[in-house]
């Protein structure tokens, strides 16, 4: 690890000293203000943000060739994915040490989580995408329930000019080969473009890959994105956005591969256990600004998730698996979302933003399984779930920039959720002070925001897993201190964040007899960290990217007397590395681009699974690794006949080989390589 970073900081430094002996703007490389949307729902220029931000633009995007929105997230100060074994395995994102399922997913604007907030990363892919928006902090002051610990916005693209239609076929290989068992594809098409008032821009891709294991563990996924805008006149809008996403993946193992195999004595690997899914999205948006200082704004959208599991009895293969089982979910939400901004006066002097909103949800659970009846052992039974909710959130928001120094935001929410006993009241304020002169931001932000419980820790209906009506909403209050600083004309870019959660109501599973359980608000818990990152654009063609994660303290603080070894008061919460690095290398110079990325994850404490009661039966501390990654493309042709763009790619993943775990007991793709063609016309 130490003599990688050694060699990136030396270039670095490198970079940076031919930079400012030169003491002017790099040949042809324009600055661009970078602006913010997620963090207050209006453009914000980035350097008048209070809100620790970071934003994932298309070239950053285009220069990795992951098609993998997760693979970008691990970039984040303050993130940490982990994802269970091969690709499709069920993929989480933990920022600054919350729960999977306390940060909220928006596509454009629409909600992708399921109700409860759980969101798999492995369904998303950078298809069609613009850029990409995390806002790291409590946001139910402005986003409702699921906002705990921040938010990741994807924009969809936006047609323009003539027709520009571009394929892209890769093919590749895992290091672990099985024989005919190992191929990866990744098959992409786009088109955009626009006629007049109307502009579309459409993404399709397979994705392909035979996994990382001999046995069952293959992943298949299609994936559409589409934007359609029309704007009749110049003070009205219309945006159609749509998603799509089904997936297939074969998984043998359910504790992990290197626990379950029999000759370590694990129950066995399973032939033909599996999940689909699928995800469809549908939503309108429509803008309209009467007057200058007053914009308005309707969305009005559709989301369904369903998710099958099929695990048909296999007793030679796997011990004690002597009956099938079979389950369904499938959840709908409706969302209508209005909201205004009102904007006075002038930056100059005082200027003045106004944001009011209502959002109403309706979600709808319907849950289904067959499977061996285990307390009466009267064979088959079938169980259906069905359960709605609803509710209505109410916001307002006032931003104030004074003499273009000091920019101020405070907002409220105030959220009637049918899950919740009473109303939930959600305050925020943040605030930025800028000092031109040396081109430095001050910031400071605090909240409380709230999770509301899933639709199984409600409703279920499993003695096993009892749900609970009586639930209240998750809680976090958090506070965050920083400092940004731009250097060179803006082409060095540092920032520090100091953070703050205080978790509480945290949602537990709780044992109450041998064959029964059900779930209760017990617990609490505190994280504190430190959120480092560097940007620089040295010379011209060159690009750098650091950041660095440290969590100063990530304790349960109260387990409520569970007995579980998931959660015990005093220790550190699971799957949390102590630190974390990650650094990003592109250059390009004529036909040729390349990019270099590298992550380092530190050591965490994880659980290790028995097949017998309690199923996790002892903790273990995981030492830390280190993963790197090489892409590069080079332009064969350009601007020839109708081929605007001609390239050649490629991609190696975890380059040197390192034989790692994510998460315990599951296998990671060693090395990885993937070769093809791009063609843009």
């Known amino acids: ?83 269970s074994g091969s690709r499709g395995g069920t993929t989480s994102l933990l920022l600054r040490g919350g729960n999977s399922n306390m940060t909220l997913f928006l596509l454009n604007g629409f909600r992708l989580n399921e109700t409860g907030g759980f969101f798999d990363l492995s369904r998303l892919t950078v298809d069609n995408l613009e850029r990409l928006e995390v806002v790291r902090g409590p946001m139910s002051s402005l986003y409702g329930n699921d906002a705990m610990t921040g938010v990741v916005q994807l924009f969809t693209r936006k047609g323009s000019g003539p027709p520009r239609l571009t394929a892209t076929s890769l093919w590749g290989a895992h290091a672990e080969g099985h024989g005919r068992n190992n191929l990866i594809s990744e098959q992409r098409l786009s088109l955009t473009g626009s006629r007049r008032a109307f502009s579309y821009s459409v993404a399709c891709g397979r994705y392909d890959d035979t996994g990382i294991l001999a046995l069952n563990n293959r992943f298949a996924s299609n994936v559409v994105n589409s934007r359609f805008d029309l704007e009749p006149t110049p003070n009205l809008s219309f945006t159609l956005t749509q998603y799509y996403v089904d997936t297939y993946f074969g998984f043998p193992t359910f504790s992990g591969d290197r626990f379950d195999r029999r000759e370590r004595g694990g129950l066995g690997l399973d032939p033909d256990q599996n999940q689909t899914s699928s995800l469809a999205l549908f939503g309108l948006t429509t803008r309209y600004t009467p007057l200058p200082w007053w914009e308005n704004e309707l969305s009005l959208g559709f989301l369904q998730l369903i998710s099958r599991y099929n695990n048909p009895a296999n007793p030679a293969e796997v011990l004690f698996q002597n009956f099938d089982f079979f389950s369904r979910d499938q959840e709908r939400q409706w969302t209508a979302h209005y909201r205004a901004h009102l904007r006075f006066g002038a930056k100059e002097r005082l200027a003045a933003t106004t944001t009011v909103g209502v959002e109403a949800r309706e979600a709808r659970f319907t849950g289904w399984s067959r499977g061996w009846d285990w307390l009466t052992f009267a064979g088959y039974q079938e169980q259906t779930t069905k359960a709605h909710r609803g509710g209505i959130t109410w916001y307002l928001q006032e931003q104030l920039a004074v003499r273009e120094r000091l920019f101020l935001t405070a907002g409220l929410s105030l959220e009637d959720n049918r899950a919740f006993r009473k109303l939930e009241i959600c305050p925020r304020a943040s605030a930025a002070l800028r000092f031109p002169e040396t081109d430095t931001t001050l910031r400071a932000a605090g909240g409380r925001a709230i999770k509301a419980p899933s639709f199984v820790e409600t409703n279920s209906l499993n003695p096993f897993f009892r749900g609970n009506p009586e639930l209240k909403p998750e809680k976090n209050v958090s506070w965050e201190v920083g400092l940004d600083q731009w250097l060179w004309q803006e082409r060095v870019q540092a920032g520090i964040t100091y953070f703050e959660n205080h ?39 060159l690009a750098a990217r650091l950041s660095y994660t440290r969590l100063t303290e990530f304790k349960v603080l109260d387990d409520g007397g569970v007995t579980s070894i998931n959660i015990i008061s005093g220790k550190d919460l699971l799957r949390r590395p102590r630190q974390s690095l990650s650094f990003d290398l592109t250059y390009a110079r004529g036909p040729l681009e390349l990019n270099l990325h590298g992550l380092y994850v530190g050591a965490r404490e994880d659980r290790r699974p028995s097949p017998l009661p ?36 490629v991609r190696a993943l975890n380059l040197f080989d390192r034989d790692y775990e994510e998460v315990f007991g599951y296998s990671s793709p060693r090395f990885q390589i993937l070769g093809g063609l791009r063609l843009e016309l």
């Open 1 to 83: 690890m130490k003599p990688v970073l050694v060699i990136w900081a030396a270039m670095l430094v490198m970079a940076l000293d031919t930079a400012s002996l030169r003491g002017e703007e790099p040949a042809g490389v324009q600055v661009l203000e970078e602006i913010v949307v997620t963090a207050t729902g209006t453009e914000v220029p980035r350097k008048e943000t209070a809100t620790s931000t970071t934003v994932i633009t298309a070239p950053q995007l285009e220069a990795r060739q992951d098609p993998r929105v997760a693979g970008f997230l691990r970039d984040i100060p303050g993130a940490t994915v982990s994802q």
């Open 614 to 649: 309690p199923y996790f039966a002892a903790r273990e501390r995981r030492g830390g690794y280190f993963t790197a990654d090489l892409a590069a493309s080079y332009a064969m042709l350009r601007n020839w006949g109708q081929v605007r763009s001609l390239k050649l790619m």
């Open 503 to 541: 978790f509480t109501d945290l949602i537990q599973y709780v044992q109450t007899g041998w064959t029964s359980g059900t779930f209760l608000n017990v617990a609490a818990a505190r994280t504190k960290g430190v959120e480092l990152f560097l940007t620089a654009k040295p010379v011209q063609g």
